[in-house]
């Protein structure tokens, strides 16, 4: 069996990580190809694709991103596709068990549901028939965190150098 995969959505950066394996980071910008698969982050090869950022922002919102050829793109799409790119990057040829996303804790309630329904589209995202969990950055972390003054401190550092600060 293989190992899950967690996937974190930043504004800057997208973060996916597998057991024994190094995190591997990203910018959020996506490279459309016409004849390949995406490919996240920076790259040299943006002048033969179209490059498209800022979708991280703008997941939720009704009104499509526009690219620099004219063509129209939902940012939730665009996300998902990022994602998948993600899971392909540190997956190789064996694919995940499970998928986990961290949304960021910014964004509300029509971003959440947009993300959870193109997700629920992509079979790539969709292991064994299980599309992927998803959950608010930090959230999980602060009730277990109440109790044990160490781990509040880190979990306050790692909020407080993010958007938003949030104490535990």
Same mark, same amino acid.
């Given at each position: 069996? +293989?190992?899950?995969v %967690?996937?974190?959505? %930043? ?10 394996? $190094? #995190?591997?980071?990203? &910018?959020?910008v ?8 995406? @490919? ?10 179209? @490059?498209?950022?800022g979708? @991280?922002? &703008?997941? %939720? ?9 004219? +063509? ?8 998902v596709?990022?994602? $998948? ?6 997956s ?11 949304? #960021? ?15 629920? +589209?992509?079979?790539?995202? $969709?292991?064994?028939? @299980? #599309? ?6 930090h ?5 277990? *965190?109440?109790?044990?003054?160490? *781990?509040?401190?880190?979990?306050w550092?790692? *909020? +407080?150098?993010s ?6």
């Open positions: 069996m +293989s190992d899950p %967690g996937l974190s959505i %930043g504004m800057t950066n997208l973060v996916a990580a597998r057991v024994g394996n $190094a #995190p591997v980071t990203r &910018r959020a996506l490279t459309l190809f016409p004849d390949r698969a995406p @490919v996240v982050g920076v790259t040299d090869q943006a002048d033969h694709g179209v @490059v498209m950022g979708f @991280v922002e &703008r997941v %939720g919102d009704p009104i499509p991103l526009v690219a620099a050829d004219g +063509s129209k793109y939902h940012a939730a799409r665009l996300m596709e990022a994602l $998948a790119a993600m899971v392909d990057t540190v190789g040829a064996a694919p995940p068990s499970e998928i986990v996303i961290a949304v #960021p804790t910014y964004w509300g309630p029509a971003a959440v549901a947009a993300l959870r329904d193109e997700v629920a +589209s992509a079979p790539s995202l $969709a292991p064994n028939n @299980v #599309p992927a969990r998803m959950f608010r950055t959230t999980r972390l602060l009730p277990r *965190c109440r109790s044990a003054p160490a *781990c509040r401190r880190r979990v550092w790692r *909020c +407080s150098t958007a938003r600060t949030v104490r535990a």
